[in-house]
């Protein structure tokens, strides 16, 4: 084969163009990354955040270990509210350069969007210290912690980003004017909405401070009751006589009787401290019903509680802690028949607006104060008890729908009344008609008891169904009505211990 004389140059050019591509790729890269840059800048500053996107992603293929690139595809997805991606950028930013202007104040801005609160309070004290002239991120911190109902320790922060920037001194005020009226400082409150509403009174900010001032207004005459005063008489039909001195305590004398009996209930209480974050006050109660034959059923009950109340924020979710240490005496026909001292732990998580859950717990020590005919039938000791409720709120919180389990055990000092309980609970409250409302409850309650009872000698288990329907009806501010329908159907693997029992009450209620 013959080569032209063109031949000797294709060939050196065939070998030299790999050579040629490599040496000018990186130029190549580098323009591109450029012109991809500056269109997304474009792009991002006409507020054409999809475009920019576009051209940033593509534009950090080329360049993945760029910071710049990485904090502007992060600005980008954060004004697309794409939150969990711009979180991935930040934290990029982070990791190729610590000292990146702005870096720390944008990615707690996200953790607070994402509801993050404790990891947006760190990155706001790096750029706090970083940038101690920007105002939003005082503004920040104290809303997290005005969402977390640390009302005392938003405030300085509030005041802090009102006086770096005048154009948040409105919203600052206002914020302030709620954490100090929840800490029930009047005064105070009084005068920060007075100056956001002074700022621009047309504003939405400035017609709800009016509205707020108003309510204060209200407030500072009326001053906060420490006691509370409650008292019900009530009339019942009972188509079957039972004794059962508590929640948990198996009835111990079934009459098989109807009767009607008066029950008269008066409870009271002081709160030697109230207010917020802490309550702590003694409660007292008096039962006494009064039968109309069968007086050996007559219950008097004297019930005496230290409680305690704590509210506070987990997680963003709030809730209460109670702690009560109570202390029951019982008279059956004016003679002792029952003391008890009970521990009750509470936990309320308002996990949203319309959604409660309380967890229980409760430790009692029961002493019985009647004879007994052998060792077996001791009832005296402890009951332990856990359980779960939930709340569903519902007609604008006028009602809810509940649904609850609990678990209780009674170890006693006679062997045959030791048992294992379980009880699972529903309810529906709806109001109905003006000022009145109604209550649908089903209760199931199982006693398993460990031992075989000493005088049927066979092990006895318990079903007990408790169906209530009650209608309330307010009639003033102090005094309501309600009648109550009571169906309880307990069943027994021994005969002798199955009954039936119907109640009819109407009780009038007057409250101070």
């Not at 991935?88 to 990146?100: E, G, N, R």
Request: one cysteine or more; aromatic letters at 16%; a negative charge.
């Amino acid at each position: 084969m013959h080569l032209t004389k063109n031949e000797p140059l294709l060939k050196v050019f065939l070998i030299t163009l790999p050579l040629i591509l490599t040496i000018n790729t990186p130029c190549l890269s580098a323009e591109n990354y450029e012109l991809l840059f500056s269109k997304g800048m474009l792009a991002f500053n006409q507020g054409n955040y999809e475009e920019a996107l576009h051209a940033f992603t593509r534009a950090a293929h080329l360049k993945p270990e760029g910071a710049q690139i990485q904090y502007y595809l992060a600005l980008t997805y954060t004004n697309l509210e794409n939150n969990k991606e711009a979180l991935k950028a930040f934290k990029k930013v982070i990791s190729l350069d610590p000292t990146y202007p702005r870096v720390h104040y944008d990615l707690g801005v996200v953790y607070y969007r994402l509801g993050t609160y404790s990891e947006a309070l760190k990155e706001f004290k790096v750029a706090e210290q970083q940038e101690p002239q920007r105002a939003m991120i005082y503004y920040f911190k104290g809303h997290i912690f005005y969402l977390q109902n640390k009302f005392s320790e938003s405030l300085p922060y509030f005041t802090k980003a009102g006086e770096l920037d005048p154009s948040l001194k409105q919203t600052t005020h206002f914020f302030r004017g709620i954490a100090l009226l929840k800490l029930n400082r009047y005064e105070d409150s009084e005068q920060a909405f007075q100056t956001a509403l002074n700022l621009d009174p047309t504003s939405d900010l400035g017609k709800a401070s009016h509205k707020y001032l108003n309510v204060i207004k209200e407030r500072k005459y009326i001053i906060p009751k420490k006691w509370s005063l409650n008292a019900s008489l009530s009339y019942q039909y009972d188509d079957n006589v039972v004794l059962e001195p508590d929640d948990t305590t198996s009835a111990t004398r079934v009459s098989g009787e109807s009767d009607s009996r008066a029950v008269l209930f008066v409870d009271g209480e002081y709160r030697f401290i109230q207010g917020f974050p802490w309550t702590m006050g003694i409660h007292y109660s008096f039962y006494q019903s009064i039968h109309s034959r069968l007086h050996d059923y007559d219950l008097q009950n004297h019930q005496g509680t230290l409680c305690g109340n704590y509210q506070g924020t987990w997680r963003n979710i709030p809730y209460q802690f109670q702690l009560d240490y109570k202390y029951s005496n019982t008279l059956l026909d004016e003679k002792r028949y029952l003391e008890s001292h009970s521990i009750t732990s509470t936990l309320h998580l308002r996990v949203n607006s319309n959604l409660l859950t309380q967890i229980h717990y409760r430790f009692q020590d029961k002493d019985f104060h009647y004879s007994i005919i052998h060792p077996t039938a001791n009832r005296d000791g402890i009951n332990n008890l856990i359980g779960i409720t939930h709340y569903l709120f519902l007609f604008e919180n006028r009602g809810f729908f509940r649904v609850g389990y609990f678990y209780d055990n009674d170890s006693t000092n006679g062997s045959n009344w030791d048992y294992d309980g379980y009880k699972i609970l529903t309810g529906l409250r709806f109001p109905f008609l003006c000022k009145t409302t109604i209550d649908m409850d089903f209760q199931y309650y199982q006693q398993e008891y460990d031992n075989r009872d000493f005088i049927f000698n066979h092990s006895r288990r318990d079903e007990e169904y408790t169906y209530n329907f009650s209608i309330y009806r307010n009639i003033n501010k102090h005094c309501d009505a309600t009648f109550m329908y009571t169906r309880i159907d307990n069943s027994s693997n021994i005969d002798f211990y199955e009954y039936d029992r119907t109640i009819y009450s109407l009780t009038l209620s007057v409250r101070f």
